[in-house]
């Protein structure tokens, strides 16, 4: 669907009509049509005059956009086809081929942080109530995203710290989880206190991934009606700065992991 959307915007951007654009293929508007909805693929040889025709002379976009019209890999996250929403396997996907990863907390520990017990009571409070079957699916499925190695830098609000999404020891044993977490290479966290001044945004939960190229960026936000994801690149660019804004009102790394020390030795 990635694929698909920004061909349309190549296209558009040129001031072409899939007729047009069909014209240069020497193809049907309707191919185009599918091919712009995600319904049909790609050649590599069509996406680059494609691309051509349309006066793109990014070759590192094109490239990417490539990859992903000739990736044949099945990921782990097909198993879940059919049994959960396609959103949970966009999201898996767009984990796996995410370049870094930075994201902003405020009322949950982070989905990719959460030990099991944690997720565990976190599906547990959905409205309307999920069945057991439905329960252990979601969990297993956010226990196997965790294996994400890519940068991935973390802001996370004091009241997600604080809110018992369980018991005492659950929230003891996700402090633990998150120091422990905090300490691998890959991982920078950082905290925003209560006390701390000018936290711009506070509600502003979201998740930036980095793609093959910045064009390719996605921004991940949880809504009342589920997942969105966001990919237009003046949305991209405000919550690039978002981000920014937030990284630098934190608390540094190891000041971060002190603090959750200490809320964890006040349980």
Known sequence: MRLATELRRLREAADLNARQAAALLGVSPAQITHIESGLAGVSEQRLRRLASHYGCTDTGFVDALVAMATDRTRG??????????????????????????????????????????????????????LTPDELELRVRHRLARQEITVPYEVVIHEAALRIRVSDRAASRTQLAHLIELSEADHITLRVVPFDLDHFPRAGSSMTYLGGAVPKLDTVVRDAPHGTVFIDSEPQLSAFRTLFHTVEVVSLEPDRSRDFIHRLAKEL
């Open 76 to 129: 782990w996250w097909e198993e879940y086809r059919g049994l959960l929403p396609t959103s949970f396997l966009d999201l898996s996907e767009l984990d796996h081929r995410a370049k870094f990863r930075r994201q902003v907390a405020v009322l949950y520990v982070p989905g990719l942080l959460q030990t099991e017990h944690y997720a565990r009571a976190v599906f547990s409070s959905r409205v309307p109530e």
